[in-house]
């Protein structure tokens, strides 16, 4: 897709950075990045250092970061260091949503943007690769408390290649896989024939299709395109061996996560926040390193992807 010229982007409260802009007037390659990783999923005396790093590690790639997030009424695509500190040390950032976008924009409170928000702005400027953590999903116990994260509906409307550690372990894994299904989002793993599981390399459930190199996932994203289908694309890779988690200590603190979330009747758009929180807190920094290191893969990954042809 080629840069929407900036007569068409005239007028709206959107602001990308000339770096970004740049690079997708010439077809050059750029992943887009969420900010609730910084402002909600990861701890303040660091969130920061790696905010830069994931920057770095999509650059050691050939390719241009967007860091997405809403400032001063605007929403901006690709931020400097000045805005990245302010989404990495405010108070008042919000966790930004599809849904809370136009609030965020309207009230002139700075927000954050989550993988359905990410993925949604990424694709208006033309961007067409981004990577994240994990992916929201269906949490557990959704079949009563309805929580299934706004990210999957959000994917089921951007035609984009999304590079993720596969859903958080806290949520209910093959229930999201199978709403996935359902809302057509391709799913390819890298690498790998088990989907991952965030904090740990596999899960029990079996990924659709296995894929061996970036050149193969832009291969499958322009034939998406092609075709126009607008959905999507999700390319699970796993953490690194040297990087998961212990299992057992990653189950034991699930358990004990999600009892704290039901005792202190935590809702909404803060239990996902909540758990990451409660992993780092409980898990003497092991699942802080696990999440740091899997991001800054995706974002290689995410980068070699956009490098290979599917970037802008
Ligand atoms: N991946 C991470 N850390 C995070 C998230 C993803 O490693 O904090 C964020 C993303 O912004 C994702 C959000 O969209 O968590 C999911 O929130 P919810 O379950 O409320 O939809
Ligand atoms: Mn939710």
């Not at 899997?294 to 974002?299: E, F, I, Y």
Request: charge should be negative.
């Amino acid at each position: 897709m080629t840069f929407p010229a900036s007569d068409r982007l005239d007028g709206l409260p959107v602001e990308v950075h000339p770096e970004v802009a740049e690079a997708l007037r010439h077809g050059g390659p750029v992943v887009a990045l969420e900010s609730t990783i910084i402002s909600h999923g990861l701890p303040r005396d660091s969130n920061m250092q790696v905010a830069r790093d994931i920057e770095q590690s999509v650059r050691a790639a050939g390719a241009v970061p967007a860091t997405i997030a809403v400032l001063d009424g605007r929403v901006r695509v690709g931020l400097d260091e000045d805005a990245l500190l302010q989404i990495a040390s405010r108070d008042d950032v919000n966790k930004a949503s599809i849904r809370d976008v136009a609030v965020a924009l309207a009230r002139r409170v700075p927000g954050a943007t989550t993988v359905a928000s990410t993925a949604w702005l990424a694709s208006l400027v033309g961007i067409e690769v981004f990577a994240t953590g994990g992916l929201g999903g269906v949490h557990r116990g959704a079949a009563t408390s309805w929580d299934e994260s706004a990210d999957l509906m959000g994917l089921a409307a951007a035609p984009i290649v999304v590079v993720c550690a596969g859903v958080k372990s806290i949520l209910d894994v093959p229930a999201t896989l199978e709403r996935l299904e359902s809302l057509s989002v391709g799913v390819v793993g890298y690498r790998t024939d088990r989907f991952p599981g965030f904090y740990v390399r596999e899960t029990e459930m079996a990924v659709p299709w296995r894929v061996e190199t970036p050149e193969e996932v832009a291969r499958i994203h322009a034939a998406n395109r092609a075709l126009g289908n607008s959905r999507a694309l999700v390319v699970a890779n796993p953490i690194e061996p040297e990087s998961e988690m212990d299992p057992d200590l990653h189950d034991d603190v699930l358990a004990a996560g999600l009892a704290a979330l039901r005792e202190q009747d935590v809702r909404g758009k803060d239990v996902t926040p909540f758990l990451l929180a409660f992993f780092h807190e409980r898990t003497g920094g092991a699942s802080l390193k696990a999440n740091v290191d899997l991001v800054l893969a995706n974002a290689r990954l995410a980068g070699q992807i956009a490098v290979a042809g599917a970037g802008g």
